[in-house]
């Protein structure tokens, strides 16, 4: 079975997330968005060690720790699918937008695509390449554990924007019911922001693409 932690960081709140396998106390660190030594303390706490670094997109308040985490810690970084390279390219760039410091462009030592598998321990996380939010979105999914670290494809009642460069809502909206609700009702997710929902309960009222919302569009209503 596989543990999690949130740690909010940077001023979006971004829910940087500590995976570990119960096993072993071995840890991944999902989407170092800054705030390093909040999330490095947090791992000490638990008595952790991190062994890499998941990223689901290449936006900065996700990924602008990333490089300057796997030298502190030695470790090697995996994600996201390659599509999101130019976010993370401009990663300089994207902190004079949103008023961000110290982000930094990486190059991933593994880019990620559908169907494969990362370990953290003995545990094994399913890869899926969810795009719409980013080209080259990627979440994460622990079978067994009946969790999954979606990023930012969807909220507690909400969904991801489409508004950024190379985003697409209904790739998005796709991406959400076709790859993520199959996955099971009583899987639990962590979003990018915000507080742990469930595919079930998104799927019965998520006001963007849960059953109602979709048939209504459907329907013509």
Known sequence: MIESHIVPV?????NCSILWCIATRR??????GG????VL????????TVEKILITHGHIDHAGGTAELARKLGVPIEGPHEDDRF???????QGRMFGFSGGEPFEPDRWLHDGDHVTVGEMR???LHTPGHTPGHVIFHQAESKLAIVGDVLFAGSIGRTDFPRGDHATLVRSIREKLFPLGDDVSFIPGHGPMSSFGRE????????????SGRVDGR
């Open 10 to 14: 940077t001023g979006f709140a971004q």
């Open 27 to 32: 840890a991944a660190i999902v989407d170092p």
């Open 35 to 38: 705030d390093l030594d909040r």
């Open 41 to 48: 303390a947090a791992v000490a706490s638990l008595g952790l």
């Open 87 to 93: 976010w993370i390219d401009n990663m300089v760039q």
């Open 125 to 127: 996380l399913d890869v």
């Open 203 to 214: 799927r019965k009222s998520n006001p963007y693409v849960g059953d109602a919302a979709v």
